[in-house]
């Protein structure tokens, strides 16, 4: 009877043994599937590029306190009490936090990635927007000029073709998201619904002509993401707040926000499939921030969100807790106690535990397209596998 139970309990932990191994070293091989990530894109993504292009002597009200309380102890620059999503799947892959680019070649290692995005950035030109009487009030910066950014510090990233081919090769780009602000500077600058709709298809086609361009560069991984439900956002149920009940879903979002968000997401996948056909030996991916966001509106205890999706933590008052006169970061502003129980931080953007269901949804689960876990450009070799299996102790803690 002793020697039967002493057999099961060292199968047992033979199979402990190996499924640690087996584990740890999926890790491993998730941690080497991308040298460098590279970031374009608005809010969602500036780690902190807007500062520099500020006047003088001013700063952007993200760039004050509560901003950056839950991770970094201070504001950066991110539109978030911590983290974005760039941070998160940098830190999934092993990678560094990637830096601004404004602020890349004061120092760091650039090969491991830069951020290029910008706080209030489109997708299409000022020009294309002022034809039409729409101004920013925050940032002319494009796509493309992020791009073009991009394309001035490659000679600083690798220093000969040869290797600049392998260095993209083994980078993965996340291109947005990009659109949302289109259409809000659009809304807000006076037009209506039935003036932004026909401007959709144009800014879908930048977009992926910009991952287009990322391709001709020798990308081969370039993730593209929806966008948001804008109807869920505290700063939309704000500025178009309706008496008509029929303007709201079951979870108390505005129905044509999120309509015109998800004909902008549908006309981006039809586009995203044409261009994967043009290249079919590069990985396409497209990230679909939107669902990902709406598991948790429509299930906000489940994860956590005790405070319900549709308030903000951090804002100046108001049904939603935001005031457009008194945003975060500007008196008289106040914020919540604990940031993790929201999934709005300040209006506009999500909090960094709302970020990391994202992140994991989208890494781990069935938001991306083609799923970005059933591929890794960059595998580790054979020979790191058998060193792992043979001292995985020293390797690993299991």
């Not at 940032?139 to 990233?157: E, H, I, R």
């Not at 926000?257 to 004909?263: D, G, Q, R, S």
Request: hydrophobic share 35%.
């Amino acid at each position: 009877m002793a020697s039967s139970s002493s057999s099961s309990s060292s199968q047992l932990i033979i199979i402990y043994f190996f499924t640690c191994i087996f584990f740890a070293s999926a890790k491993i091989a998730t941690s080497n599937c991308y040298k460098s990530i590279f970031g374009f894109g608005d809010s969602l993504t500036d780690a902190g590029n807007l500062v520099h292009l500020y006047p003088p002597g001013r700063k952007p009200h993200m760039y004050f306190p509560p901003y950056g309380k839950t991770y970094f102890n201070r504001p950066t620059g991110r539109c978030s009490d911590g983290r974005l999503l760039i941070d998160l799947i940098a830190q999934h892959y092993g990678l560094p936090l990637p830096p601004p680019s404004k602020e890349a070649r004061d120092g760091g290692n650039m090969q491991s990635g830069i951020n290029f995005a910008v706080v209030g950035s489109r997708a299409m030109d000022a020009k294309f927007y002022e034809k039409r009487g729409i101004y920013d009030k925050v940032t002319n910066v494009s796509m493309w000029d992020q791009l073009d950014w991009f394309k001035q510090m490659l000679p600083y990233l690798c220093h000969n073709p040869s290797g600049c081919s392998k260095f993209l090769e083994r980078s993965l780009f996340l291109l947005g998201e990009f659109g949302g602000n289109d259409y809000t500077h659009a809304l807000l600058s006076g037009k209506n619904i039935n003036e932004i709709l026909p401007i959709i298809p144009s800014v879908v086609h930048t977009i992926v002509s910009g991952a287009h361009e990322l391709v001709e560069l020798g990308a081969k991984t370039i993730m593209v993401p929806s966008v948001l439900p804008l109807g869920c956002t505290s700063s939309y149920l704000t500025y178009y707040q309706s008496w008509n009940e029929e303007d709201y879903d079951e979870l108390g979002c505005l129905i044509w926000p999120n309509h015109f968000a998800t004909h902008h997401n549908q006309l981006l996948q039809r586009e995203l499939h044409r261009l994967r056909e043009i290249h079919p030996h590069v990985n396409i991916i497209y990230a679909d921030y939107y669902n990902a966001a709406m598991q948790l509106y429509r299930a906000p205890s489940k994860y956590g969100f005790l405070k319900g999706g549709l308030v903000t933590c951090c804002g100046g008052g108001g049904p939603y807790n935001f005031n457009p006169f008194a945003q975060c970061g500007n008196y008289p502003a106040t914020s919540c106690e604990d940031p993790n129980q929201y999934i709005n931080w300040d209006g506009y953007h999500l909090t960094e535990a709302a970020y990391k269901w994202m992140t994991k949804s989208l890494l781990e689960g069935p938001f991306t397209n083609p799923p970005i876990n059933s591929f890794c450009p960059f595998d580790i070799s054979e020979a790191q596998v058998s060193k792992n299996l043979e001292s995985p102790k020293e390797t690993f803690k299991i």
